[in-house]
């Protein structure tokens, strides 16, 4: 990457401070681009679920990995229900999506609770394992709760078998006007459900796999425990990627946690974060890191900077922390401050091999979070800090009471936000293609065909507020 007027900035920079030039081009089309990592996390496009409570669960991480990301569960969960999520998610069909079930004899009010799960919005009924209905919405409006489903599905059903091609489902679901479908095996039994849009999507993207085939997970582990003890159980349940994760990533508690993770030699790639200069990343790989995560304050959900005044400019953080990862063959995750595709466009093009996201993502369907409505009606869902009051709290359940009152005392993350859910973009799927779409148009712009070349081509400038306005669309006109 290179500046346009070719002088390196003498201020710190941010995502809403520069602009990617257009150049001269031969990729003529977006789906010429090629958006896999090579930082050993498989990912085939470059977005990762932070590890945060209110964003990276099961459902998260089953269905980015599906279509190419990575999520990592977050350090407070405890380490069996870890294991639980983890053979689970390992258990995951890698195309067709695991769908909600219910019984015939299962009522309506089972139905509300769990059909805001999916962002599909639909339960398929099974009864001895096979698929005998469908429950959508709109067969629940104005049913009294304790009605059982059995009588109000849709018997109407298309199945699919398990051997069905993504053209050939697509075009038996427009056929029948179905949305969605349950996929089954040869005998009847439920294998999973496969949207329309899903056909579609599963020709766009590539789920990131492990050797045995399987969907790739992460998991977060703290710097104040036995992180050895825990890198060890988390790659025996099936763990790909170890995440040493603390909010201040550049200090000695990190790097002697880091260098007994290290010494456990796992065959996994370790990130370890957070860090903003090229010393905290020379010392993190140093102890041992393979990756290091890079951001400290642009997060929404975070108040670090306006506590603390400590913090960098996330596109110089990022920039400067790449140049010195590659010197000593290392790779950077840019951690927090994407608020749109062209975010995710430029910290790649400052040489990030993946890019995490956080709240945005909070407010999905797929998110941990229980859907809940503000007093108009919209839907949202409550996304919070990683050192905020409420994650503190959940963090520190098994201290006694004395420890946990004082460590109350210290918040610096926003305790809880409304994350929206866009009616457009009800899913993190939905977001997804909205990112993956904006960022392989950059590549275009560029002329770059894969990640490495976008870094290398990427020609970036510099600009004032008003040249970012000046980039955002009108939604209301004049």
């Given at each position: 990457?290179r500046?346009?007027d070719?002088?390196?900035?003498?201020?710190?920079?941010?995502?809403?401070?520069?602009?990617?030039?257009?150049?001269?081009?031969?990729?003529?089309?977006?789906?010429?681009?090629?958006?896999?990592?090579?930082?050993?996390?498989?990912?085939?496009?470059?977005?990762?679920?932070?590890?945060?409570?209110?964003?990276?669960g099961?459902?998260?991480?089953?269905?980015?990995?599906?279509?190419?990301?990575?999520a990592?569960?977050?350090?407070d969960?405890?380490?069996?229900?870890?294991?639980?999520?983890?053979g689970?998610?390992?258990?995951?069909?890698?195309?067709?999506?695991?769908?909600?079930?219910?019984?015939p004899t299962?009522?309506?009010?089972?139905?509300?609770?769990?059909?805001?799960?999916r962002?599909h919005?639909?339960?398929?009924?099974?009864?001895?394992?096979?698929?005998?209905?469908?429950?959508?919405p709109?067969?629940?409006v104005?049913?009294?709760?304790?009605?059982?489903?059995?009588?109000?599905?849709?018997?109407?059903?298309?199945?699919?078998?398990?051997?069905?091609?993504?053209?050939?489902?697509?075009?038996?679901?427009?056929?029948?006007?179905?949305?969605?479908?349950?996929?089954?095996?040869?005998?009847?039994?439920?294998?999973?459900l496969?949207?329309?849009?899903?056909?579609?999507?599963?020709?766009?993207?590539?789920p990131?796999l492990?050797t045995?085939?399987?969907?790739?997970?992460?998991?977060?582990?703290?710097?104040?425990?036995?992180?050895a003890?825990r890198?060890?159980?988390?790659?025996?349940?099936?763990?790909?990627?170890?995440v040493?994760?603390?909010a201040?990533?550049?200090?000695?508690?990190?790097?002697?946690?880091?260098?007994?993770?290290?010494?456990?030699?796992?065959?996994?790639?370790?990130?370890?974060?957070?860090?903003?200069?090229?010393?905290?990343?020379?010392?993190?790989?140093e102890a041992?890191?393979?990756?290091?995560?890079?951001?400290?304050?642009?997060g929404?959900?975070?108040?670090?900077?306006?506590?603390?005044?400590?913090?960098?400019?996330q596109?110089?953080a990022?920039l400067?922390?790449?140049?010195?990862?590659?010197?000593l063959?290392?790779?950077?995750?840019?951690?927090?401050?994407?608020?749109?595709?062209?975010d995710?466009?430029?910290?790649?093009?400052?040489?990030?091999?993946?890019?995490?996201?956080g709240?945005?993502?909070a407010?999905?369907?797929?998110?941990?979070?229980?859907?809940?409505?503000?007093?108009d009606?919209?839907?949202f869902?409550?996304?919070?800090?990683?050192?905020?009051?409420?994650?503190?709290?959940q963090?520190?359940?098994g201290?006694n009471?004395?420890?946990?009152?004082?460590?109350?005392?210290?918040?610096?993350?926003?305790?809880?936000?409304?994350?929206?859910?866009?009616?457009?973009?009800p899913g993190?799927?939905?977001?997804?293609?909205t990112?993956?779409?904006g960022?392989?148009?950059?590549?275009?712009?560029?002329?770059?065909?894969?990640?490495p070349?976008?870094?290398?081509?990427?020609?970036?400038?510099?600009?004032?507020?008003?040249?970012?306005?000046?980039?955002?669309?009108?939604?209301?006109?004049w």
């Amino acid at each position: 990457m290179r500046f346009v007027d070719g002088q390196e900035p003498i201020t710190d920079l941010t995502y809403e401070d520069v602009f990617l030039v257009p150049a001269r081009s031969d990729v003529t089309s977006r789906l010429d681009v090629d958006l896999a990592t090579g930082d050993g996390t498989g990912t085939t496009i470059p977005v990762i679920a932070a590890n945060m409570t209110a964003v990276s669960g099961r459902r998260m991480a089953e269905t980015l990995a599906r279509r190419g990301g990575l999520a990592v569960l977050p350090q407070d969960i405890p380490l069996d229900v870890v294991e639980d999520v983890v053979g689970w998610i390992k258990s995951r069909h890698p195309v067709f999506e695991t769908p909600i079930t219910l019984a015939p004899t299962d009522t309506v009010a089972d139905a509300l609770q769990l059909i805001n799960k999916r962002a599909h919005g639909a339960i398929v009924v099974v009864d001895a394992g096979s698929p005998v209905g469908v429950v959508t919405p709109v067969d629940l409006v104005d049913v009294d709760r304790f009605t059982q489903v059995g009588r109000v599905m849709s018997e109407q059903l298309t199945t699919l078998p398990e051997t069905v091609d993504a053209r050939t489902a697509f075009d038996r679901l427009a056929e029948a006007r179905h949305r969605l479908a349950p996929v089954v095996a040869g005998d009847g039994r439920l294998l999973g459900l496969l949207t329309r849009t899903g056909a579609l999507r599963s020709t766009l993207y590539r789920p990131n796999l492990d050797t045995g085939g399987r969907l790739r997970i992460a998991a977060a582990i703290g710097v104040s425990g036995d992180a050895a003890d825990r890198a060890k159980r988390l790659v025996a349940a099936g763990v790909d990627v170890l995440v040493l994760d603390t909010a201040h990533g550049h200090q000695e508690r990190m790097l002697d946690a880091l260098r007994s993770v290290r010494a456990i030699d796992p065959p996994v790639p370790i990130v370890a974060g957070n860090v903003v200069t090229e010393q905290g990343v020379a010392d993190l790989v140093e102890a041992g890191a393979d990756i290091c995560k890079v951001g400290v304050g642009p997060g929404a959900m975070c108040t670090t900077r306006m506590m603390t005044g400590v913090g960098r400019p996330q596109f110089s953080a990022v920039l400067a922390c790449t140049r010195e990862a590659a010197r000593l063959g290392a790779h950077v995750w840019a951690d927090g401050g994407v608020r749109h595709p062209r975010d995710v466009a430029l910290a790649l093009a400052a040489g990030a091999s993946n890019v995490m996201v956080g709240s945005w993502f909070a407010g999905t369907h797929e998110s941990p979070g229980d859907l809940e409505h503000d007093a108009d009606g919209r839907p949202f869902k409550l996304s919070f800090g990683m050192a905020s009051a409420r994650a503190v709290k959940q963090r520190t359940e098994g201290e006694n009471a004395f420890e946990r009152a004082r460590k109350s005392l210290f918040e610096e993350g926003i305790s809880s936000g409304h994350m929206y859910l866009d009616p457009h973009r009800p899913g993190v799927e939905d977001l997804l293609d909205t990112i993956v779409a904006g960022v392989r148009s950059a590549f275009t712009y560029a002329g770059a065909a894969s990640l490495p070349e976008f870094a290398e081509r990427a020609v970036v400038g510099i600009q004032t507020r008003s040249g970012y306005a000046e980039g955002r669309p009108l939604e209301r006109g004049w």
